[in-house]
């Protein structure tokens, strides 16, 4: 059983626009969740994350849009460079601290100039 | 990323055993070995913190862990089967509510 679910699988935007890619999960226990970006060639690096008592978290271009109710999340980049052209892995876990993470399995943007 | 430095980058073997090696520089408690298939997330095979055994994932028992120190990790393979194909990542996280920093993994084909 796939608890965190992640769409669409991949998705392709012109520089400048809003890149919005999709998460959503099982488990209501879930409390923590990160999002991962990987580039090829390289290992996954946190990009954002947001706690589930919050609905919004923004750091610079990146932000999640996160709705408990719905048990879904979403995160939008905004002004799409280029070089953000990479996988991007949504991630949960349960008791913020508790050891183990689940991914989802991933979304590849490519951001076109 | 030098902060976890992961070797050999990149492996090639037939039915063979060989072992992975994980240094890292950050001073981190917990340590983890990912298995990440092409076009898959990564899955967690092993983790170890403050050097103990926390929590061996279902792996085939030719996976074997070593975590000597703190700083680092072993990953010892035996007779390395065609679906072990993949790359395998370290992390490491300094406490259970700190993020992971990831490795640049290891590439391992087997023919």
């Known amino acids: 059983q796939q608890q965190v679910r992640q769409s669409p699988q991949s998705l392709t935007v012109w520089e400048g626009e809003t890149a919005i890619l999709n998460c959503s999960y099982e488990?209501?226990?879930?409390?923590?969740f990160p999002w991962y970006q990987q580039f090829p060639g390289e290992g996954p690096a946190l990009l954002i994350s947001?706690?589930?008592?919050?609905d919004k978290k923004e750091d610079g271009r990146f932000t999640i849009f996160f709705n408990k109710r719905e048990k879904k999340l979403s995160l939008h980049i905004a002004d799409s460079q280029p070089g953000d052209s990479a996988t991007y892995f949504c991630?949960?876990?349960?008791?913020?601290?508790?050891?183990?993470?689940?991914f989802g399995a991933g979304t590849k943007l490519t951001i076109k100039p | 990323n030098t902060k976890i430095t992961q070797s050999p980058r990149y492996l090639i073997l037939g039915r063979a055993n060989k072992s992975l090696e994980c240094e890292q520089h950050l001073g981190h408690n917990a340590m983890y070995w990912y298995k990440q298939s092409a076009e898959k997330p990564p899955e967690l095979m092993f983790l170890y913190n403050l050097k103990q055994l926390i929590r061996n994932e279902t792996v085939p028992s030719r996976f074997i862990p070593e975590c000597p120190d703190s700083s680092k990790l072993l990953l010892h393979i035996s007779a390395v089967d065609p679906e072990d194909s993949a790359v395998y990542f370290c992390?490491?996280?300094?406490?259970?509510?700190?993020?992971?920093?990831f490795g640049s993994g290891t590439r391992l084909l087997v023919i």
């Open positions: 947001i706690l589930s008592v919050s």
């Open positions: 488990n209501s226990a879930f409390d923590y």
């Open positions: 991630a949960a876990s349960s008791n913020y601290g508790n050891e183990k993470i689940t």
């Open positions: 992390a490491s996280r300094r406490d259970s509510y700190s993020d992971y920093t």
